[in-house]
């Protein structure tokens, strides 16, 4: 056992939900793990929910594949480890986190961070996924990567003590990583990367697909019924700009304001990634060099940033009129998305 | 308005919206994001005081954290507003 490991990882372009954050904290440097990445992520879904830590009613939106993505990205050994599996290999989980990353594996999981922020009992609970990437034994501390520490996906570390109690303090029906797939359990997932060989090659073919269903605002779940089939309330594609232009009208006019800007977080983080996979698939003669495509692509980007700070600035000032602005920035974004992605759909 | 007083003033809005900064030890070229740890939020709220305190208006598409490097790109932005 080595004083201090800490396994690869880049701050990683995409940050909306933690799966995507830790994947790409993972893999996005990874020449042919992006051949995998650049073929998916194209569609994006979205769906009302209540929120397991609020109750809330919130617009969860994501791309495809979203949380699954961990499991299913050929480029990761992705491995179940429960609870009482931990406590009969290890007897403890600091050990097993340490043990786990000697041998090369990520640490990903459900803890209560609200008991790994603060050692007193508190009244509540917090449970959310926590990655982690290293351990220094001298300084008793784990290497982190996660949004609730600093304000903002952060690198960063916590102590043994901390990580242990966030662990200790959830039960299995409250794993909420676990509770859905695997009711009953209370775990960890442990990611391996597997990037030796070349497992996935660039799919022009399921690029335009998914594009032609993105445009469309088709249901891409349709080609996994076989797997999962019980959410029938998703609107897919360029729809997704409907639903939020709905969405923030409603937030913004509640008796008291909501000013939630997920949703549009992640509606900007795939314009992000589309003018990436733009960039990567013209510089892989996927598509021929377009450099106004690309500037016009940028406008998307902008749009789609200028909706999601113009939120966080009428949560500061409460000029709730400015809403109309966002709505325009929101509406510029889809008739440029759609335009640029039927010239793209056309090209492949 | 000179800019070094747009600076002088501007520090003062640092030390309300980020208290946490020692305003007199602010190095205005450094990445700020890098050392003084500003995010979309933060710097949104110094952009919101400074259009009070300047009397200058930032579009939408200026609050974004990607369009500066450090403190000084929005001191250049304000002078040329003030212009």
């Not at chain 1, 501390?141 to 600093?150: H, L, S």
């Not at chain 1, 916590?158 to 029906?173: N, P």
């Amino acid at each position: 056992m080595a004083n201090k490991a800490v396994l690869p990882v880049k701050y990683p372009a995409i940050t909306s939900w933690q799966w995507h954050a830790t994947l790409f904290s993972i893999l996005g440097e990874d020449e042919n793990a992006k051949k995998w990445i650049y073929s998916n992520y194209i569609q994006l879904r979205c769906y009302n929910i209540a929120e397991y830590t609020t109750g809330d009613e919130i617009l969860l939106c994501d791309m495809m594949p979203g949380s699954s993505s961990l499991k299913k990205c050929p480029y990761l050994i992705f491995s179940l480890i429960t609870k009482p599996q931990i406590e009969s290999y290890c007897g403890d989980v600091i050990d097993f986190i340490v043990k786990t990353i000697d041998l090369g594996g990520y640490i990903y999981g459900a803890f209560d961070e609200a008991r790994m922020l603060c050692d007193v009992s508190v009244d509540y609970k917090f449970s959310h996924e926590l990655f982690i990437y290293g351990y220094n034994m001298d300084e008793e501390v784990f290497y982190v990567g996660d949004f609730t520490f600093k304000d903002k996906y952060s690198y960063t570390t916590v102590s043994f003590e901390a990580v242990k109690r966030g662990f200790d303090a959830l039960s299995a029906g409250e794993d909420h990583v676990f509770r859905d797939d695997y009711k009953g359990t209370r775990g960890l997932y442990v990611i391996q990367k597997n990037t030796d060989s070349k497992y996935y090659d660039i799919d022009p073919i399921l690029i335009k697909q998914t594009i032609r269903e993105y445009l469309n605002g088709e249901d891409t779940k349709d080609h996994f019924r076989m797997l999962r089939n019980r959410f029938d309330d998703t609107i897919f594609g360029v729809d997704v700009y409907d639903a939020l232009l709905k969405r923030i009208d409603k937030q913004l006019h509640e008796e008291e304001p909501d000013f939630d800007i997920r949703a549009l977080h992640i509606a900007y983080d795939h314009k992000v990634l589309m003018l990436d996979r733009l960039k990567y698939l013209m510089a892989n003669e996927v598509i021929p060099f377009d450099q106004e495509m690309l500037d016009d692509y940028a406008e998307v980007v902008e749009d789609m940033l200028a909706a999601r700070n113009l939120l966080v600035r009428i949560s500061v000032t409460n000029e709730i009129e400015a809403g109309g602005r966002l709505a325009d920035h929101i509406k510029s974004a889809r008739e440029k998305d759609i335009e640029i992605l039927t010239k793209v759909m056309n090209l492949l | 308005m000179e800019k070094n007083e747009i600076k002088e003033k501007f520090l003062e809005i640092i030390e309300e919206e980020m208290p946490e900064i020692e305003a007199d030890k602010v190095d205005l070229e450094a990445s700020f994001t890098d050392e003084y740890g500003v995010d979309s939020v933060s710097l949104i709220k110094v952009i919101v005081d400074a259009e009070e305190k300047f009397n200058v208006k930032f579009d939408d598409k200026e609050l974004a954290l990607n369009k500066y490097n450090n403190f000084e790109d929005v001191v250049d932005l304000i002078e040329e507003k003030l212009q």
